[in-house]
T-cell receptor, first 111, second 113 residues
Framework: AQSVTQLGSHVSVSEGALVLLRCNYS??????LFWYVQYPNQGLQLLLK??????LVKGINGFEAEFKKSETSFHLTKPSAHMSDAAEYFCAVSVPRDMRFGAGTRLTVKP | NAGVTQTPKFQVLKTGQSMTLQCAQD?????MSWYRQDPGMGLRLIHY???????DQGEVPNGYNVSRSTTEDFPLRLLSAAPSQTSVYFC????????????FGPGTRLTVL
């Protein structure tokens, strides 16, 4: 069965530092992978998605993710954190008729 | 487009009460889903629908019912509320393709006393 695992339930970085949020997938077929962001008391918004067109995917707000088949990973990065990036981030894999989500990683940005 | 809308935003129930969470989308999406979000567990699928008149169970369907009489609406019914159903509920919709983005509503925060 297809699934994703997010490593680290909490990540804390300083403003201006690199953001790295980790996601590994398990799939017997080429997966379609997504990153969503959830700001406090809101629903989920799409950051970016991998649909096999390119391994490096650029999303909104300066985020990007690289699909690495050899490592079964789809880590989310941003070169320089901003205070407004503080939120919860979810990795997800598309399965027939639905999506499966990771447990989420809460990002804290320190001034 | 309003996207995906949910009502109510907040609800407090007593154990044993029933209620319906409303969800509507105006994007003509075939697929609609209900998730619950609990701390440290991500989003878990309750029920989903692949079109009007077609519904199926997800990971955690017990205690919930759904129906889909129109493309736009996908209500979630709690038959007899229990404290274990205290959670935040999200409705989502997307077109039928596996690469299509899933759009989420703003959520309903439910507390069962």
């Amino acid at each position: 069965a297809q699934s994703v695992t997010q490593l680290g339930s909490h990540v804390s970085v300083s403003e201006g530092a690199l953001v790295l949020l980790r996601c590994n997938y398990s799939s017997s077929v080429p997966p379609y992978l997504f990153w969503y962001v959830q700001y406090p008391n809101q629903g989920l918004q799409l950051l970016l998605k991998y649909t096999s067109a390119a391994t490096l995917v650029k999303g909104i707000n300066g985020f990007e993710a690289e699909f690495k088949k050899s490592e079964t990973s789809f880590h989310l990065t941003k070169p320089s954190a901003h205070m407004s990036d503080a939120a919860e981030y979810f990795c997800a894999v598309s399965v027939p008729r639905d999506m499966r989500f990771g447990a989420g990683t809460r990002l804290t940005v320190k001034p | 487009n309003a996207g995906v809308t949910q009502t109510p935003k907040f609800q407090v129930l007593k154990t044993g009460q029933s209620m319906t969470l409303q969800c509507a989308q105006d994007m003509n999406h075939e697929y609609m889903s209900w998730y619950r979000q609990d701390p440290g567990m991500g989003l878990r699928l309750i029920h989903y629908s692949v079109g009007a008149g077609i519904t199926d169970q997800g990971e955690v369907p017990n205690g919930y019912n759904v129906s889909r009489s129109t493309t736009e609406d996908f209500p979630l019914r709690l038959l007899s509320a229990a404290p274990s159903q205290t959670s935040v509920y999200f409705c989502a919709s997307r077109s039928s393709g596996s690469t299509d983005t899933q759009y989420f509503g703003p959520g309903t925060r439910l507390t069962v006393l």
